[in-house]
């Protein structure tokens, strides 16, 4: 039994802090929020140097070989510095999908061009509804000879408007059962009949609205099995779901400990502000929050690392995870008060991720219904 | 990063598959089998006083298996952690509540505490007793001094070899089963509370001992004790004259740890799984209603944080990590969430859910009515849940304490 990473995953997450530290300022996690692509290329280059963007793909396709702990470790200091840009379209949801169902060629080609940082790809999954389920999905490809036509709006897809390709998940056939019928295809953004809006979001995420108007795609730029992309779907859903409950344990921690050193400095009634019993069991609930949300993360990255059935234990990360990291958030505001409710505070940076992410890839209530679900087998 | 631990016998080795193996044999040979029926059917509180459950826990002493990592001279069985962990779940299959300072096979509060401040000779005295199944009762709670507990008021005083005793106790559970007190008394009262304690060990057979029931709402006995002019050797001091306290500290500390490791509450969130699926209201699973599926699918999660932070201090412990604020931690959340499983658990059984055991139609053997009865007490018993969040913000993050202010003590 082993609580923590090891000596070689320590190392590589101080480097990433000390990298994020210097390279990610929180001036420059403003200027992506009010930035129009939200991507700083300068930063992107270099993570792609360091071998960050192929972590978790094999060598063979660029990447560094890495598993789901490491994942997590990078993710922890991506959550702690709020980075900015494409990691969680391109890698986790574009990335990870082609590895999971693309063809040898395919991956070849678009892993090493992700490693590399040379494309940005994203995920067309959510519609108008917002549901990660099957049967939400309603966009339709119909063949026509060598090709499909895609029809339908996909909502709330992280930066396809400066993506290169867009995955867009699409209906090939009603079956009876939702998960039956769904194909994934590669689509070039620039395609004729797609329209991408941006959307206004409270933490700065590009999220887009795309719209696809009888978009043609070449029978070949199909991922994976005709109607049968969900397995590899859900796959994908359930490593980018681990990788953001680290990223949520790293923002939380680090929220933690602002909050902690302000209740240090901070003198009411003549005593600091963390003499008072009442502030300190704010602290206490933090990290307990934060524990459990990291261990909880922890168990089902090290299960789905050793390819153990793990998804009882995400949906628990998730659903415990995702809530966890607002109350720590809301916490914070507390203990900061007047000068924390500013824009030029840190603290809302993550109070606004924390409810974004709590949202995103199934909230406290549809993971506890998964849950519910797994122990009723 | 591993958490092999959590299914029992999955990840075994060889070596320790054949132990297991070994261990099981072993407890189906020396159980009496009416035991694990009771235990199967008394449900909480467990009743760890029970004769049968003693005579168990004897039987373990004397293979060395209630302080299994313990060196052979103590009284151990030199055993690895790892084998103690195997005998661990093992035993906690049965579904065996063994008594409190047994419950997690290190000699509760007194084996760790002697071990770390006691002289060689003691260690000699009191170590192979405690191997052996010797049963101490804690003796801090005064009617004056719970989570305050510095301000106790028992008075010891030096009269040539002994001291002399006198004073009151309460809340000593299974004292009047016990061989021994693990005492906390007054032997300096002319300094600030803190530095005028002393720890000693009680013989409960010594005169001028006299001892109270006490009923508690969940139907457990606890006791109130007297000390008329008890006379206790001074060689049955652990640690020097007046510094009590800070080995006080660190045996709460221990103690926090052991609390939060109860099996109840998983135990119960099964159960109700169970009840849930297998009962049906107005015409439907219960298991079908999305209100209970929400609310089981929470507790399940908060169960299994439990089951984490719990591996987390063995884990620690057995890394040689210093496990500090982890068993507040623990504690709080072990007395939390027992407590949010026993609401919500009532909330689902409904109007049948005040049905005591007994009652004809009570569900689930009445475990979640007692437990919602029970469970009251965990979250200040062995420390409040307030104290608790304290030291861990003031350890964890280095928060300052709270300023005390300077009272000078009661004569």
């Known amino acids: 039994m082993n609580f923590d990473f090891n000596d070689e995953q320590k190392m590589f997450k101080q480097g990433a802090r000390d990298f994020f530290e210097k390279e990610c300022p929180k001036s420059l996690v403003r200027q992506m929020a009010a930035d129009e692509k939200g991507n700083p290329p300068e930063l992107w280059k270099k993570m792609a140097q360091l071998g960050w963007l192929g972590l978790v793909f094999p060598e063979r396709y660029g990447g560094s070989g890495g598993n789901m702990i490491d994942l997590v470790a990078l993710e922890e200091e991506m959550g702690r510095a709020c980075l900015p840009g494409t990691f969680f379209s391109t890698v986790l949801l574009g990335g990870l999908f082609i590895l999971n169902s693309g063809s040898e060629e395919q991956k070849k080609d678009l892993l090493t061009k992700v490693a590399k940082g040379e494309i940005i790809l994203t995920l067309a999954l959510t519609e108008l509804s917002g549901s990660y389920a099957a049967g939400a999905v309603e966009t339709t490809a119909v063949s026509n000879k060598d090709e499909y036509i895609i029809n339908g709006t996909k909502l709330y897809v992280p930066d396809a408007h400066i993506a290169d390709y867009i995955i867009c998940i699409a209906r090939t056939k009603k079956e009876n059962n939702p998960e039956d019928g769904i194909t994934a295809f590669l689509v070039d953004r620039k395609s004729a009949g797609i329209s991408c809006t941006l959307l206004k979001t409270i933490a700065g995420d590009k999220l887009c609205e795309v719209v696809f108007n009888n978009v043609k795609v070449a029978r070949k730029n199909i991922i994976g099995k005709l109607d049968q992309a969900w397995s590899a779907l859900e796959q994908t859903l359930q490593q980018a779901t681990i990788a953001r409950c680290a990223e949520s344990v790293g923002g939380a921690q680090k929220v933690l400990e602002m909050a902690a050193d302000h209740t240090k400095q901070r003198i009411v009634f003549d005593r600091p502000l963390g003499s008072f019993p009442v502030i300190q069991h704010y602290i206490a609930n933090m990290i307990m929050d934060i524990d459990g949300s990291r261990f909880l993360t922890y168990e089902a990255a090290w299960r789905l690392s050793e390819k153990m059935p793990c998804a009882k234990e995400i949906a628990m990360a998730k659903a415990w995870t995702s809530e966890a990291y607002r109350r720590v958030t809301a916490n914070g505001h507390e203990i900061y008060g007047g000068i924390g409710f500013t824009v030029e505070s840190d603290i809302h940076l993550y109070f606004r991720r924390a409810k974004a992410w709590e949202v995103t890839l199934g909230d406290g209530n549809v993971q506890r219904e998964v849950l519910a679900k797994e122990l009723g087998k | ?411």
């Open chain 2, 1 to 411: 990063m591993d958490f092999k631990e959590y299914s029992i016998g999955e990840f075994d080795t060889e070596e320790q598959k054949k132990f297991r193996q070994e261990v099981r044999e072993w407890i189906d040979k020396n159980i009496d089998p009416r035991l694990t029926q009771t235990a199967e059917e008394r449900g909480l509180p467990p009743d760890t006083d029970g004769d049968l459950t003693k005579a168990f826990g004897r039987k373990l002493a004397a293979k060395g298996w209630l302080v299994p990592e313990w060196p052979k001279e103590y009284g151990g069985a030199g055993l690895t952690a790892d084998q103690r962990y195997i005998i661990n779940q093992e035993v906690a299959a049965r579904n065996i509540e063994l008594p409190g300072h047994w419950s997690n096979f290190q000699g509760g509060v007194p084996g760790p505490t002697l071990m770390r401040f006691a002289t060689e000779e003691q260690k000699k005295e009191w170590l192979p007793k405690i191997a052996a199944g010797a049963l101490f009762s804690l003796g801090y709670t005064e009617p004056n001094a719970g989570t305050d507990l510095a301000s106790l008021q028992m008075r010891a005083v030096s009269d040539g070899d002994d001291y002399v005793i006198n004073g009151q106790k309460m809340f000593s559970s299974g004292v009047d089963k016990a061989d021994y007190h693990w005492l906390l008394v007054r032997t300096n009262p002319n300094v600030p509370k803190h530095r005028g304690i002393s720890l000693l060990i009680a013989d409960l057979k010594s005169s001028g001992i006299t001892i109270q029931e006490m009923h508690t709402i969940s139907g457990m006995k606890t006791h109130e004790i007297f000390y008329d002019n008890v006379r206790i050797p001074k060689k049955n001091r652990i640690g020097p004259e007046d510094g009590g306290w800070g080995i006080t500290r660190e045996a709460l500390s221990l103690e926090r740890a052991s609390v939060g490791s109860s099996p109840w509450a998983p135990k119960i969130v099964e159960e109700l799984i169970k009840y849930a699926k297998e009962t049906k209201r107005n015409g439907k699973s219960l298991y079908e209603d999305p209100l209970v599926r929400q609310s089981l699918a929470e507790l399940t999660i908060e169960v299994n944080i439990l089951r984490l932070f719990n591996h987390r201090i063995n884990w620690m412990v057995d890394s040689g990590l210093n496990p500090a604020w982890t068993g507040a931690a623990s504690k709080i959340w072990e007395a939390e969430t027992s407590q949010k499983v026993a609401n919500q658990g009532m909330q689902i059984l409904g109007m049948a859910c005040q049905l005591e055991p007994g009652s004809k139609g009570v569900p689930i053997k009445g475990r979640v009515e007692l437990g919602y009865r029970e469970t009251v007490v965990r979250s200040f018993g062995g420390g409040s849940d307030e104290m608790m969040r304290s030291v861990i913000a003031t350890i964890a993050m280095g928060l300052p304490r709270e300023p005390q202010m300077v009272m000078p003590v009661k004569k």
